[in-house]
Each structure stands twice: as structure tokens, then as C-alpha cells.
């Protein structure tokens, strides 16, 4: 009996971590077949194929690459670029992940042709349908066959949407998996060391959520309390494309220690996060990353999708007001870090994803 296929899809940075251990996963048995797709959503070096070498993810077979464009156009062309790609592999299922522009338009194609789907990252929600992001979640987890859920909140979620919970799935954080297998490889890399910083002493900023960087004057409001933090303790700012367009435009992002640098690899990002005294972000896994890491995370954004990382971890949300960022980033610098782990980010789900698609793909 020949292995099914798994057509595993991959598009924007953030998905390249969670597709990693999937993959290895996969690649472990001999009944499933892993092909990978690149949709080419993001396409610069250091957003893509430096993430393939760090990772050790092999080539994908399928390139799309679509590169940017409005959101209507970026799903339109992924959309059409995949759908030849599902009909030459003809696979068991179409797994993807996250929640960009490349998750709902591979879902959309593959559950149109028959192809049962399966969200990794399922059940996420900020109740915010402003967010690009939301809209993809909740699109893609109401097409899904299988539901991957990181944690609970996202099986209340879907259960208060009414999805029948032989769907859902709690297994735990793919992206996780990631972290702790290669933290000790980012560690011996020393990056605050490379970059002349004291270990516990300066902070890591990232920032590219379209409602915070898109108008320059918004993204001047909230560097605002980041330049005084800056006056205090070096912060490290490696600098989104979309962000790096408006800051050049606007002519703020210095001052104080503020560092801007040009966006780093997965390996360089975790060592310089893992050692940092605080974590400024508007990104979501990087609240879960700090979360595991311990070290303390102030979210620049009046919501999460992701509550267990302010319940359990090391989060704050800190809303988009300057005065409420400065008490954060004050409360975060003095309050002891009480985070712990949410159950289930452990390093297996990966593994766990795999057995139930083993156990339910009709072989
Ligand atoms: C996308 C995701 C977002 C995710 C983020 C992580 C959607 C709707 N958004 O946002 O959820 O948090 O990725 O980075 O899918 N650009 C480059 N080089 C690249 C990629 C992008 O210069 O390799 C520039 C282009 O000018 C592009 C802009 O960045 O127009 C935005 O890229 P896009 O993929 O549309 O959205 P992101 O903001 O990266």
C-alpha cells in the first residue's frame, strides 16, 4: 500500500515554525507522505528561506510564489496558484496553519475540491473583526474537518460557535515544538553577546499589526513610551517590511538606546528574546514564545486571541493608549514573573496532529 499524501502549506514567516515539526512528524512513518507548498507570501531571505536552513525543513516541491498585494488579490492568487498544485498531488488532506492569507485561501480551494482540511491553531479568537487575521480564523476553522487547538479557550470557543467536538482537538502548540527543540541551539549562538548586550539587561520590541504601523502617526504614538524606556535600557527593534515602510516615511523610530535592525532569523530572534529583561510585541506568537521563555511580555494591542498567555503566562495587554503602555512596561520591569507553562506545550504536538490524522485518514 503506497504512503497517503499530506499536503502541508506554508506561506508567511509565522507559519514556517509551525510547519517544521509537522513535517518531521510526518516524515517519522512510513504510511504518510508530507509534501510542502510555499505560497511565496512572504519572499524576502530573511522572512523565508533563512527560516527553511534554520529549521531544517527540506524544499518544498511547490513554489507558488505570489508575493504581496491587497488582500483581495494576495487570496485570489494564492487561491488560483494552489489549486493546480491539488489536483497533480491528490492528497489524504490539506493541513495549514496560523492564520494569514495563505491559511483560508488553501482551505478554501482544497474543501471545494472535496480535500478534507485540517486548521493547526483552531479556535483562536479576538473577538475583533477589524483584524485581517480573525477573519481567516473564523473563515477557515468553519470549512475544517479537524480542528487543532492550542489551548482552551479555543475549545470554548468552538464550542459556543456550535462545532461538534469530535472536530476539536486539544493537542497542544506546534510552535512550541519548535522552541524547545531549538532553544539551546539559538542559546549557544549568544546574540546579546554579538550585539555587546548585558543578558537581562535591554529589551526586544516588534511591532507590524496593520492598526498599529500602517498611519504614521499612530506608530509614532506608540513608540512613544518605548523611546522612554529606551532612555533607560538599550531596545532592540528589528524592523517588519510593512513597518520599515512607514517608519523611513514618517522619520521617528530614534532615539534614546532605541536599536532598529533589519529582521532577524528564527534561531538569532529566539536567543535575543530568551535573554531579554522584557518583550514589547503586537505579534501573537511571540506572546506565546515569552510565555514559555518566562520572560515577561507587554502586548500592544487591546486584545489576544491568545488569554491563557495572559492568565497562565507571562503576558500583559496593554492596550494602544501611551500612558497605559508606560504603566505596563513599569509594572512588568518591577512585578515578579509568575508565568507558567499552559499544559500540553510540551514539544509533542507535532506528534499528536500526526496520530489523529494517522487514525482518521482512511488508509
Ligand atoms: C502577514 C500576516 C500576519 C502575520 C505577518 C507576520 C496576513 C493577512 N497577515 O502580515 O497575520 O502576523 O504576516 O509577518 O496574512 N513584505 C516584504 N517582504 C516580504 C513580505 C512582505 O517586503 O517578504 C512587505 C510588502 O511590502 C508587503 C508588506 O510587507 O506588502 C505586508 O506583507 P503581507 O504578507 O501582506 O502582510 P504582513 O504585514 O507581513
Redesign the pocket.
Known amino acids: 500500500m503506497s504512503a497517503r499524501r499530506v499536503l502541508l502549506v506554508a506561506g508567511?514567516?509565522?507559519n514556517f515554525m509551525k510547519v517544521a515539526p509537522i513535517a518531521a512528524a510526518l516524515r517519522k512513518r512510513d504510511d504518510l507522505e508530507a509534501v510542502l507548498v510555499h505560497t511565496g507570501?512572504?519572499?524576502?531571505r530573511a522572512?523565508?528561506e533563512l527560516f527553511f536552513e534554520q529549521l531544517g525543513i527540506e524544499e518544498p516541491p511547490y513554489r507558488l510564489g505570489v508575493g504581496?498585494g491587497s488582500?483581495a488579490a494576495?487570496t485570489a492568487e494564492i487561491m488560483s496558484r494552489f489549486e493546480p498544485v491539488l489536483g497533480e498531488v491528490r492528497p489524504a488532506a490539506v493541513v495549514v496553519v496560523g492564520?494569514?492569507?495563505?491559511t483560508i485561501a488553501a482551505a478554501l480551494v482544497a474543501v471545494k475540491e472535496g480535500t478534507p482540511v485540517a486548521h493547526v491553531e483552531a479556535g483562536l479568537r479576538s473577538f475583533d473583526r477589524t483584524m485581517?487575521?480573525e477573519i481567516?480564523r473564523l473563515l477557515t476553522d468553519a470549512i475544517s474537518t479537524w480542528l487543532f487547538v492550542t489551548e482552551p479557550s479555543g475549545v470554548e470557543n468552538l464550542q459556543r460557535e456550535g462545532v461538534d467536538p469530535a472536530r476539536v482537538h486539544l493537542v497542544g502548540n506546534v510552535m512550541i515544538d519548535t522552541l524547545l527543540r531549538f532553544r539551546e541551539r539559538a542559546a549557544a549562538l549568544d546574540v546579546p553577546g554579538t550585539m555587546g548586550l548585558e543578558p537581562g539587561g535591554y529589551a526586544v520590541l516588534t511591532m507590524?499589526r496593520?492598526s498599529n504601523v500602517d498611519d504614521p502617526e499612530t506608530l509614532a504614538a506608540r513608540l512613544a513610551p518605548v523611546l522612554s524606556l529606551a532612555e533607560e535600557m538599550p531596545v532592540v527593534f528589528p524592523v517588519?517590511?510593512?513597518t520599515r515602510?512607514v517608519l523611513s516615511g514618517a522619520g521617528t523610530g530614534s532615539g534614546g538606546q532605541l536599536r532598529l535592525c533589519d529582521p532577524m532569523g528564527y534561531l538569532e530572534f529566539l536567543g535575543l528574546m530568551s535573554s531579554a529583561r522584557l518583550v514589547l510585541t503586537d505579534?501573537?506568537g511571540i506572546q506565546e514564545e515569552t510565555t514559555v521563555l518566562g520572560v515577561p511580555c507587554v502586548t500592544l494591542r487591546d486584545n489576544t486571541e491568545r488569554p491563557i498567555t495572559v492568565t497562565q503566562g507571562t503576558n500583559r495587554l496593554a492596550g494602544t493608549r501611551p500612558d497605559r503602555i508606560r504603566s505596563a512596561i513599569s509594572e512588568a520591569l518591577t512585578a515578579p514573573s509568575t508565568g507558567r507553562v499552559p499544559d500540553l506545550w510540551d514539544g509533542r504536538a507535532a506528534e499528536r496532529i500526526v496520530d489523529v490524522l494517522r487514525l482518521s485518514i482512511d488508509g
Open positions: 508567511a514567516r509565522p507570501q512572504h519572499y524576502d522572512m523565508s504581496s488582500h494576495q492564520d494569514v492569507n495563505s485581517p487575521e481567516n507590524h496593520p517588519h517590511p510593512r515602510a505579534s501573537g
